[in-house]
DNA sequence: TATTAGCACTCTATATTGGAGAGTGCTAAT
DNA sequence: ATTAGCACTCTCCAATATAGAGTGCTAATA
């Protein structure tokens, strides 16, 4: 952090240049493309200290020079300005929503894909955690015998099903009316608080519910476990694209990992606790073993209880100040959508 | 079709070598790993002849042959036996369900992986297309103001929703009503026959459903083509093992081609009329420009009355008698889980 | 003291060359 | 009809040469 404003200047250029180019910036060039007033030798000079304080490196001794991860997180931290430019932000998100999948899951692989395609990287998404007392209704519908099929339906339009075996056989009509007792606890208590208010009253008179009542409850643990798992991921031949990842191995590497979501998965919920927008360069991420790739990452929102995480995957060498505004624009787009689609309880 | 038996052997012995090589053959080779009882310049001769005919090429010069797309077709038409041992698989489905998604979305990536492991190529799925008639259950939930989410289950557990809105705010009572109405209707006719009806009511008294009921048909249509639009792409990751896409822009356009999901339902649908297992070879797909790709697709049903399709894309040079065998088995397995957990009117 | 010019040196990338090896196609003999 | 033999072709690989880019160092300069 103790560089003079020149080295700043000189490391900025080598950034800006090597993000553009691609290839490793010597010092003719640089003296070439922007004006410091010095010479090339001089360039030399502070080039070989930016290398020494570890900002910058030599692929071999006769190449020019390219940013360490250190180099990229100073670039980030201290050179980039990311116009707060939230007017702008604020005004796109007025006129284009662009997006309009009308089911949620629909809505996240668009997200993802619109992610994808503006930052040129691959897009994800990891899908909004629920808390328990948001259920909006619960509906039972009996298939063919023991087997009833639970529909949960959250207060933001999320519907999830489970299917459970249950004892003994019962009439629809007795599980409608089950299902209009559950919607009408549910608005003042959590699932966990109406099954023991149940267990209470067992010994009184609906012993029948009792064992579905621990089914539904078990199975909404499920289906909450199960939405929190998923991840979407879109548009990742994107990735493809830029030269980092012509090397095959790579580029198998790459797609094994996006097949094991699971890993990405714990990788971005670590970030999820903060709010704004959250760079992550290269050896920085410690579940994600894939050299020479960073994230961009950011939250999204729902009316207020409901968050999930988005974000960016591509080569280290990525145009950081424009895929943060993706990341940025992308996530008070996904908030504004769900928070006005779904909005909770303004008329219940 | 005019091969003696000697030719059919050698074209055999060439292809399954080249199969399990991947490389070239030439002539020495095949005298020294078979024994036809003939030196090696008569099998230069012979497979000079069997160029002529088309089945085999030469990539250069001084190589040994590989199969044409036609070699290839001849081969699956007429060398290979792929033994029925129905036996055998029936066997294997009685002990080792494998998949457990209880979701039918979980199901299908589930199968779509396993197809992939199996073959070591990638595994597609298409969901299975809906017929308009066996809705189970139509339910109606309320949220904020004039929002209402149509929940439809299907006979065989698929549940699917949509959001609509409505001109009037409806209470959600009425909506239960309606909703036992449709659901005591349908048992007996469509959705379009239902609304035929209404249009006949419509004079007499229940105005307000009208809207919801034309709200509801629309959604249900959506509802419909958006299930039928889903294809399941699970281990793509598996295609790149092998050495055919060493080659970056093969594996670019794969991942680009795998991406546009919608080609490949087009491509696969083509084939759900015919039953069995069919191979499409290299070039002879007109929808899907991948040179060196081959596809072994198969079918699914549950029941009788729903069905979809499945498959493998490989490269052209993929162990077909194999690939074939797990298509089949997995059809087989899908079609059994799907037909047992799923199944309709039993005890309706 | 900081900067600059100049030059030797290093390393990469690319093209060239020259076998070695594999395999064919043809011809003449069996 | 089959075979042995041989010339020919093509790829693959390693070795070699060459041009170009860029550095690091030294000595001169302001």
């Known amino acids: ?190 699932l966990a608080e109406i099954r023991q208010q149940l267990i209470e009253k067992i010994k009184e008179e609906k012993l029948v519910f009792m064992q579905l009542m621990d089914e539904t409850y078990r199975a909404s643990q499920d289906v909450q476990e199960r939405e929190n798992e998923k991840v979407y991921i879109g548009g990742a031949s994107q990735m493809l694209e830029s030269p980092e990842f012509a090397n095959v191995e790579k580029m198998r590497a790459l797609f094994k990992a996006f097949e094991d979501k699971y890993k990405l998965l714990k990788l971005l919920d670590r970030s999820v606790s903060a709010q704004g927008i959250k760079v992550f360069i290269g050896s920085e991420n410690p579940y994600f073993e894939m050299q020479g790739c960073s994230m961009v990452v950011g939250n999204y929102n729902a009316g207020s209880n409901v968050v999930g995480t988005l974000g960016v995957i591509g080569p280290t060498r990525m145009q950081y100040k424009q895929v943060i505004h993706v990341v940025d624009y992308t996530a008070k787009l996904l908030s504004k959508l769900l928070g006005e689609r779904f909005q909770r309880g303004l008329d219940r």
Do not use: W
């Not at 099903?161 to 007792?181: C, H, M, P, T, V």
């Open 1 to 190: 952090m103790d560089l003079d404003d020149r080295n700043k200047k000189v490391l900025q250029a080598v950034i800006d240049s090597y993000i553009a180019s691609g290839s490793p910036i010597g010092s003719t060039v640089l003296v070439k493309r922007f004006d410091f007033g010095v010479s090339s030798a001089t360039l030399r000079n502070i080039m070989a200290d930016l290398e020494e304080m570890g900002y910058l490196t030599h692929p071999h001794t006769s190449a020019g020079r390219i940013p360490t991860d250190l180099g990229y997180r100073y670039y980030i931290d201290s050179l980039i300005s990311v116009e707060n430019d939230s007017e702008d932000i604020e005004e796109h998100l007025q006129q284009a929503p662009q997006l309009q999948g009308d089911d949620l899951q629909e809505l996240m692989e668009e997200a993802s894909r619109f992610l994808a395609t503006l930052s040129h990287c691959a897009g994800v998404i990891v899908a909004p955690s629920e808390s328990e007392a948001t259920y909006r209704h619960i509906e039972f519908v009996r298939l063919r015998g023991r087997q009833v099929l639970i529909i949960f339906v959250t207060s933001n339009g999320i519907v999830q099903n489970k299917l459970i075996d249950i004892d003994e056989s019962i009439r629809q009509q007795d599980l409608n009316g089950f299902s209009a007792y559950l919607d009408e606890e549910i608005e003042h208590r959590s």
